[in-house]
């Protein structure tokens, strides 16, 4: 199939694609989407087909006003309306009881649907324009690195969907904060941009779910079924390293003239230590630019050859957060304590 590659300003067409049935990738302030019709089954199937995701994972359905929640939700508590209030638009999902009107294919037969309300204007105005709610997971193939540059998605999709819309880079780097609100405690599935802290300021207590930091076993019924999946993972190997950032470089680099095939996935402050190939991933003081960073350096360090990656251990509050969650999955939670090593 032929991809038509579109820019900012072509929301209208990018529209009319997606109310014909089409798929059509988008840029919003958190990753790429791949976007659809939330009431057309039979495009949403084509989303799954070119994603290659398995079909027990559920979508998420973003909308372009906070009222427009009720054409997919059948409740919408007292906590759901002050999360709105204070964070839509934005990148925050929330996991509600779903109404009579979503397809089944949407939420993989569940009786709840994931909301979203992005801010990133061309996103609005298509879903605007579209005249229904869309669906969209992020725009990668499934098991991938999510997809944060125009690049990443013609890699993974040229060929595969209707059309791309071309809007640079994505603000934030990582995907939408997902909670639920089906407990009385709301509980975050997905770590994001809007943290566990900024959360709590507005609706107080909330919990975390053991799968942000854990591995799931297998047969275990998990809450948000996306979580079980092998995700973010580049062709190499990634490992993660937990030290200071001579014990980092000293095992990177002493790695790298046994085996010659390593690349450090390092902070700024590192870079004068490393005797390898490296790629930053900003600075350890600043999580905005880890997170606008992280996937587009998964994806490079298969660019460059590299069969190990060696990632420097980012912190685990505030956005770091959402960082390090998307770095243990790429790593099949395989992190060293150079510390602790003997
Ligand atoms: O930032 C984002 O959220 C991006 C952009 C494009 O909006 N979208 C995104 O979608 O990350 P996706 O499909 O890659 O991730 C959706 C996650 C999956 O882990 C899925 O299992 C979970 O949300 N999810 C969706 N519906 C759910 C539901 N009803 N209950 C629990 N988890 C759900
Ligand atoms: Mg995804």
Redesign the pocket.
């Known amino acids: 199939m032929d991809t038509l590659i579109l820019n900012e300003n072509e929301a209208d067409k990018a529209a009319e694609i997606i109310k014909s049935g089409g798929v059509v990738g ?1 840029p ?8 659809a019709n939330a009431f057309d089954p039979n495009a949403i199937k084509k989303i799954f087909l070119a994603k290659g ?1 398995p079909a027990d ?4 359905v ?1 909308i372009s006003k906070t009222e427009d929640v009720f054409k997919v939700v059948s409740e919408f508590n007292k906590k759901a309306e002050i999360l709105a209030k204070n964070f839509w638009p934005g ?1 925050l ?1 929330m ?1 509600l009881p ?1 109404n009579k009107q979503v397809p089944k294919i ?3 037969g ?1 009786d ?3 909301v ?1 309300f ?1 801010s990133h204007v061309v ?1 609005r105005k298509i879903i605007e324009l579209s005249g229904v709610p869309l669906v ?5 193939l499934s098991g991938k690195p ?1 997809t944060t540059r125009f690049s990443h998605v013609l890699e993974d999709l040229n060929g595969k969907v209707d059309a791309i819309i071309n809007g640079g880079d994505c603000k ?1 780097g ?3 904060t ?1 909670i ?1 609100l089906l407990e009385s405690t709301p509980r975050i ?2 770590p ?1 941009a809007i943290t566990p802290e900024q959360i709590e300021k507005v609706i107080g207590k909330i919990k975390i779910d053991d799968s942000v930091f854990h591995k799931i076993e297998k047969d275990k019924s998990v ?5 079980k999946y092998k995700h973010y993972s580049p062709d190499a190997e990634v490992i993660i390293l937990k030290g200071e950032k001579e014990d980092y470089a000293d095992f990177v680099n002493k790695t790298n003239i046994k085996r010659n095939d390593v690349l450090a996935l390092c902070f700024d402050e590192d870079i004068p230590l490393i005797d390898a190939p490296y790629i930053s991933y900003g600075s350890k003081k600043d999580s905005l630019s880890q997170a606008h960073n992280i996937f587009d350096g998964l994806r490079k360090a298969d660019k460059m050859g590299a069969k190990a990656v060696y990632v420097h251990y980012c912190d685990t509050d505030g956005l770091s957060l959402a960082v390090y969650n998307r770095l243990i999955r790429a790593a099949g939670f395989k992190i060293i304590d150079l510390k602790n090593k003997t």
């Not at 919003?28 to 976007?35: I, M, R």
């Not at 994972?57 to 998420?60: A, D, G, R, W």
Request: zero cysteines; glycine letters at 6%; charged letters at 10%.
């Open positions: 988008i919003t302030e958190t990753v790429y989407g791949l976007a995701r994972n559920p979508l998420i973003h990148p999902t996991i779903k949407v939420t993989a569940a709840s649907v994931a979203r992005p996103a969209a997971p992020s725009a990668n999510s934030f990582v995907e939408s997902v639920s599935l997905r994001g809450l948000s079924p996306g979580i």
